[in-house]
């Protein structure tokens, strides 16, 4: 299993670029997961539904299950938020992770750069940065693929992915 990141200021089109890119990587035969970072509280639950009435009375873990899919919410119960190799280690084995923020943790990123958002690049102070996906040419000697050449960003994000367990061996040891 190989890890990348993809990184870019919100509005950047990062979900926009992976809805691309996913089937994609699909049409190779590759069995892609997504861990997506969220800023703020999130909610996937329904109000007033019964996972979520369970998650409110205090359960730490609500599991639901159908035909169709399983979804495993866990409630932090303000123990702290866990670290990217941490959750790496609770997906299900498949060819690719894409890791959409979690900036600081030790995972390659190709950077997603739309001219319009008015953001600064990212790359020139973020080492983790190995290639960048943008609508413009960028001035820099990393690999450059044009948003719209999914085929091109989907090669550079498998050329820069890195294996699960260099993830997580940077993972600080439990003491």
Not at 144 to 150: E, N, Q, R, T
Request: charged fraction near 25%; hydrophobic fraction near 45%; glycine fraction near 8%.
């Amino acid at each position: 299993m190989k890890v990348i990141g993809l990184a870019g200021w919100s509005g950047a089109g990062k979900t926009t670029l992976l809805s691309r890119v996913i089937p994609c990587l699909l049409g190779r035969g590759l069995r892609v997961s997504v861990i997506k970072h969220a800023h703020h509280e999130f909610d996937v639950d329904v109000p007033g539904k019964d996972s979520w009435v369970h998650r409110q009375s205090g359960a730490t873990e609500v599991l639901v299950s159908s035909t169709r899919r399983w979804a495993l919410m866990h409630e932090l119960r303000g123990a702290d938020e866990p670290r990217l190799p941490e959750l790496l280690a609770k997906m299900a084995q498949v060819d690719l992770v894409v890791v959409e923020g979690f900036k600081r943790e030790p995972v390659n990123k190709i950077e997603v750069y739309r001219a319009a958002n008015g953001k600064p690049l990212l790359f020139p102070d973020d080492p983790r940065v190995v290639g960048i996906a943008s609508d413009v040419a960028v001035a820099t000697t990393l690999p450059v693929a044009h948003l719209d050449d999914i085929e091109d960003v989907a090669k550079l994000m498998l050329r820069a992915a890195i294996p699960v367990d260099d993830v997580l061996a940077s993972a600080p040891a439990e003491g």
